[in-house]
Nanobody, 126 residues
């Protein structure tokens, strides 16, 4: 079992930055592809970003490319999501997730992830 706890969310203005953290316990995350998803009110949970086990490959949904950066520190059992140039449409609850295996396909499919955190709220005001 892997327990995931997100932190770093908050209320910011458009154009600001936030860094989300996802601290894992129970098992080392080095065996897992790690992802970030988000869910806005009334909408489906959507893929934001993912990073492979050693950090060699990064994936982003088109709407965050060039603004968000995913990173991981396996020694600290933590995954990060650096969010820059935030927009009101980035407002959502952000979830960290872990997927066993080398590369889940499709990587953006929430059904491919085995463990989830409780989420952290990000609100971007205009």
């Amino acid at each position: 079992q892997v327990q995931l706890v997100e932190s770093g969310g908050g209320l910011v203005q458009a154009g600001d930055s936030l860094r989300l953290s996802c601290a894992a316990s129970g098992r080392t995350i080095s065996s897992y592809v790690m992802g970030w998803f988000r869910q806005a009110p009334g909408k489906e949970r959507e893929f934001v970003s993912a990073i492979t086990r050693a950090g060699g490959s990064l994936y982003y949904t088109d709407s965050v490319k060039g603004r968000f950066i995913i990173a991981r520190d396996n020694a600290k059992n933590t995954v990060y999501l650096e969010m820059n140039s935030l927009k009101p449409e980035d407002t959502a609850v952000y979830y960290c997730a872990a997927a066993a295996g080398i590369l889940p396909r499709p990587i953006h499919g929430p059904e491919k992830y085995d463990y989830w955190g409780q989420g952290t709220q990000v609100t971007v005001s205009s």
